[in-house]
Nanobody, 122 residues
Framework: QVELVESGGSVVQAGGSLRLSCAASGRTFSSYVMAWFCQAPGKEREFVAAISRYESTYYGDSVKGRFTISRDNAKNTVYLQMNSLKPEDTAIYYC????????????????WGQGTQVTVSS
């Protein structure tokens, strides 16, 4: 069982930056694929970024070059550095964990956090 707790969401102006954190419980954190998804009102949950146990990284097309995912296995924490934020990045951001290989599908993830709100004003 893995529990995930996100933090770092806030209101920020367009062009600004935020860093989201996701703290995980459990001794096997390093073996999980960790991912971030986002969901805006009325839209489906969308893949943002993921990092494998070997620290390979994957990004959604809309965030490539602006967001960076990283992990600190000693702290059981995954981060999402968000730069050059746009109003269309406004959403609830969720951290997720998967014990198998990388997937872009939210249905493939086993554990989810409660989400943190990111609002980008124009």
């Amino acid at each position: 069982q893995v529990e995930l707790v996100e933090s770092g969401g806030s209101v920020v102006q367009a062009g600004g930056s935020l860093r989201l954190s996701c703290a995980a419980s459990g001794r096997t954190f390093s073996s999980y694929v960790m991912a971030w998804f986002c969901q805006a009102p009325g839209k489906e949950r969308e893949f943002v970024a993921a990092i494998s146990r070997y620290e390979s990284t994957y990004y959604g097309d809309s965030v490539k070059g602006r967001f960076t995912i990283s992990r600190d296995n000693a702290k059981n924490t995954v981060y999402l550095q968000m730069n050059s934020l746009k109003p269309e990045d406004t959403a609830i951001y969720y951290c997720a964990a998967r014990s198998s290989v990388f997937s872009r599908s939210p249905a493939q993830y086993d554990y989810w956090g409660q989400g943190t709100q990111v609002t980008v004003s124009s």
